[in-house]
Structures are given as structure tokens and as C-alpha cells.
């Protein structure tokens, strides 16, 4: 049976570490930041990890996004409306990670279309999720109702559920959880992991 070679102890492993070339020419095993000609580019920090920039989620700026957002039913007739649809949306994307909200009016609807209603995200999800920041405003009641929007894994349909007064989801329907007049609106938000 041959037996294995000694393995270096983490000490040694560390010693070989510091020592290795360091600006030594293009295939140095470590490059520092500077201007030299076998350094890596102008930059005056170590990665000591004590005083090594390091970027702060506060130093983080995101920047709201408008985008046009598509909806309609799914398995129904679809809603339709003098003129465009009064559906308007935003976005704000840091990293994989997109914060998004969604305004509706019904003020120009002339159909209400059967089957549940559906928006678009920005972009594609790369989980299944639902998300539970929204609500239907009852115009001639002053009531809301609680919405919530559902999304598959690689997809960017958003179909949205009603609370029953069970407490379970149900289809978000021109009459379900209550039923759509034109004075009515709703709206909806939520963060999600982008699909990468």
C-alpha cells in the first residue's frame, strides 16, 4: 500500500502564503494596486481586512425606475379600457435584488374581463414567492382590501389573489373579494431575487 505525503501544517501552508511573489510580472501569484507596471491598477489599500475599503449597504444608492408593466387575466377574457391601460410602475434594483410597486386605476376600464388578474414584474424571478404588499381601496366604502401576488421560478407573471374571509387566497376577480367599479384602484409592492 503507498503511503500518502505529508501534508504541510496550516503554519507552513501560511509562511509559503507570505512569501509567494508578490509585482513579480504577470504571473506573480499576488498583485498589489498601484500604478507599476505588474500592478494590478491605481488604488493605495491593503486587504488586511482592518483598514481595506469596504463598502457599506448605507453607501448603497438605489435609483427608482419607471417601467410599464403589463396585466390582464389568465384563462378569461381580458379586461379592456378606453384607451391605455391606467397601470403605472417602478423599480429599484440593487445588486439581484429588485424592490417593485404597481399602481392601477380603473377610471378608463369599460370591461372588467373575467378570470384572475396578472401583472408584470420587471424582470424574471428566480424563485417561486409570493408577495403580500398590496391592496384594493374600495372607493364608494372607503374599505381595503388585502391583495397579494404570486410568481413562479423564471417567470415574471404576477397573479394575484384576494383574502377570503377565511383567512385562505382566492383569485383576484372583477368580483372577488369584492366587486370592481370604476372608481376603485389597487396597488401592489414587494422585493424578490432576480433571475440570475
Do not use: W
Not at 138 to 156: L, Q
Amino acid at each position: 500500500m503507498s503511503q500518502l505525503p505529508k501534508l504541510p501544517t496550516p503554519e507552513e501552508v501560511n509562511y509559503y502564503h507570505l512569501a509567494s511573489d508578490k509585482d513579480a510580472g504577470a504571473g506573480a501569484l499576488h498583485h498589489t494596486l498601484g500604478l507599476g507596471s505588474s500592478q494590478a491598477s491605481p488604488g493605495n489599500h491593503n486587504h488586511n481586512g482592518t483598514n481595506s475599503v469596504r463598502i457599506k449597504l448605507a453607501d448603497l444608492q438605489g435609483v427608482s425606475v419607471a417601467y410599464q408593466p403589463q396585466g390582464g387575466t389568465i384563462g378569461g377574457t381580458q379586461p379592456t379600457f378606453d384607451g391605455d391601460p391606467l397601470i403605472t410602475g417602478s423599480y429599484t434594483k440593487i445588486g439581484n435584488l429588485c424592490f417593485f410597486q404597481i399602481d392601477v386605476q380603473f377610471s378608463n376600464i369599460t370591461d372588467f374581463g373575467t378570470g384572475q388578474y396578472y401583472l408584470t414584474l420587471p424582470f424574471d424571478s428566480e424563485h417561486q414567492q409570493t408577495m403580500r404588499q398590496g391592496c384594493i381601496e374600495d372607493a364608494s366604502t372607503g374599505r381595503k382590501y388585502a391583495i397579494s401576488g404570486h410568481v413562479e421560478a423564471n417567470d415574471n407573471v404576477l397573479a394575484l389573489f384576494g383574502l377570503a374571509s377565511n383567512g385562505l387566497d382566492e383569485d383576484f376577480t372583477k368580483s372577488t373579494p369584492l366587486q370592481l367599479e370604476m372608481a376603485d384602484s389597487f396597488h401592489v409592492a414587494g422585493t424578490y431575487e432576480i433571475k440570475q
